[in-house]
């Protein structure tokens, strides 16, 4: 068979049926990939090891910090309340580790908390620094939602069975 020219591409009905097919295999194996994102593969044992650790939701005086804040040492994250009211640390690196529902919370707080900012125009409560910090996560957060929805969204297309 001679090579394709794509202003010419006409295929036939059973060409078409076996393109979707190997499409939808190839999106069935490009979610499972997405879905094991912390993987190494060694070239001892070729097998997938996943990263199963928890996040690191606590560190010394996070009492004495108001909520919504960042932290840059020892690992750059903000501190947030979760829903029995105690005051938790997110680490940046670790965002994609939180439940979705903790991410919409901690995001609309967030995006609240510089707006309360900005509309105080004499004197405003938060550092540039801060200010930018708050943004950097909030965009981080927003991300890894995104991501989720557009797995979600390939997952049902190829039937995949929906883990979140």
């Known amino acids: ?27 069935k194996v490009k979610v ?12 001892e044992s070729y097998q997938f090891k996943l990263n199963l650790t928890k996040p690191q939701l606590t560190m010394p005086g996070i009492k004495a910090l108001e909520l919504y804040t960042t932290i840059e040492e020892p690992m750059f994250g903000i501190i947030y309340d979760n829903d029995k009211f105690e005051k938790r640390f997110m680490a940046f690196d670790e ?13 609309s707080r967030i995006c609240q908390k510089l707006e309360d900012n900005n509309m105080e125009k004499i004197e405003p409560k938060l550092a540039r620094e801060e200010v930018a910090n708050l943004g950097r996560m909030e965009v981080a957060i927003l991300s890894c939602m995104y991501t989720r929805e557009q797995m979600k969204m390939i997952e049902s297309y190829v039937g995949a069975r929906n883990l979140h």
């Open 32 to 43: 499972l990939v997405m879905r094991i994102k912390d993987f190494q593969l060694s070239i």
């Open 1 to 27: 068979m001679s090579i394709l020219n794509v202003k010419n591409l006409y295929l036939e009905q059973t060409d078409e049926s076996d393109l979707k097919e190997a499409l939808g295999e190839f999106m």
């Open 95 to 107: 965002i994609n580790k939180f439940l979705t529902g903790t991410l919409e919370r901690d995001s």
